[in-house]
């Protein structure tokens, strides 16, 4: 398997402020490659510099072989790139911003082009000033993914597309890798990087700190558990369960609270031995797993991080 992108000591500051530091890690051709990392990691200024939109101050970075900055027009030829940030003609409608990057591409398959439409559920006549914010993340999709790139560089893909859409994109990502071809996405959510990537690098403060296989993953996963019974339940019937982190007792005496490191398998096993009233379970958002993952690299945080995704209730 050959090399479709090797960063080596990429550095970038902006003045006094901190962009990245000394990155490298290496994507192989044919994988879906995840960069993980909370909001304002580095993620961003990395996936800049390999497409030609900012210089680094120091390192290199090459696609297929090639120095992005050098040989950018060439990569773009067979690059399909979303941005965070999509800055397109307010006037223009999507089919005919379609249309602009087709000419510009030399011409794409029409046919699969109209299947992207469909599947993602756009109206491409309306004006993209008309757009939701999710539409006009369809339309970046679709123009990354109608040439059929041999790589696909994607900044928080799912950002502000409903789960019927996310679901979607994880199933285009999943043909492009049947068809040989390269994905490398950023994402701060954790459970978007599981379903799609095979691989992943996590990149904290502008530093790279974990690559690996997508199982490296699993020891970061934090749960808060609060569950509520109908009779008092001690927290050692808890405590030493694989996984629990924290536990406490609640009001009366009759609701726990737990941190939980991993799967809740064990938990739930625990829970149904006694009578329960709800049982409820948040997955904090990325930068709180950060805060916790890497406190010991800083000193234990002064605010315990509070979860922020939809509870799950029985």
Known sequence: MSTMIEVAGLTKSYGNKRGII???FQVEEGEVFGFLGPNGAGKTTTIRILM???RANTGTARIAGKDVWEESVAIHSFVGYLPGELALDPDLTGGQIFEYFGNLRGGIDQTFLKQLIARLDLDPTRKFRQYSSGNKRKVGLIQAFMHKPRL???DEPTSGLDPLNQQEFGRMVSEVRADGRTVLLSSHFLSEVEQTCSRVAII????LVRTGGVTELKDMKLHEVVMTFSVVVPTEAFAHLPGVDHTETLGDGHT???TVSGGLDAVVKAAASYPVVTFSSNEPSLEDIFLRFYASESGPS????KPKAVSHVV
């Open 256 to 258: 726990l609270r737990l």
């Open 302 to 305: 002064a605010n315990t991080p």
């Open 152 to 154: 696909l560089i994607l």
């Open 22 to 24: 000394d990155l490298t």
């Open 52 to 54: 030609a939109l900012l």
């Open 204 to 207: 904290r403060e502008g530093r």
